[in-house]
């Protein structure tokens, strides 16, 4: 089970600092990935952290946004800074034992997915 959390009402420029807990597995073994859905709009790929801890991020937020894991507290954060408006969403934690390279950033290939929170950045 993922539990996601951390997420918030923000001003443009601001930071958060989201975390998805694993329970019940070893989160170590396992690629995790970040995705976000705003309303209207499908599911996006945001960034992912594979096993070895080699890291992918979306376009859109490479330099602002750092995703990292403590293995030790089976816990994947997200860390997002310089936040815009349009990085309003439900942010969502997924993740996935065995997801080949070329397809970290696809939502279908991972088989388990957090609850989601909710972001919210004020203009």
């Known amino acids: 089970q993922l539990q996601a959390s951390g997420g918030g009402l923000v001003q443009a420029g601001g930071s958060l600092r989201l975390s998805c807990a694993a329970s019940g597995r070893t989160f170590r073994s396992y690629v995790v990935g970040w995705f976000c859905q705003a309303p209207g709009k499908e599911r996006e790929f945001v960034a992912a952290i594979r096993q070895s801890g080699a890291t992918y991020y979306a376009d859109s937020n490479k330099g602002r946004f750092t995703i990292s894991r403590d293995n030790a507290k089976n816990t994947v954060y997200l860390q997002m800074n310089s936040l815009k408006p349009e990085d309003t969403a439900v942010y969502y934690c997924?993740?996935?034992?065995?997801?080949?390279?070329?397809?970290?950033?696809?939502?279908?290939?991972?088989?388990?997915w957090g609850q989601g929170t909710q972001v919210t950045v004020s203009s």
């Open positions: 997924a993740a996935d034992q065995s997801i080949i390279l070329s397809a970290v950033t696809s939502s279908q290939y991972y088989d388990f």
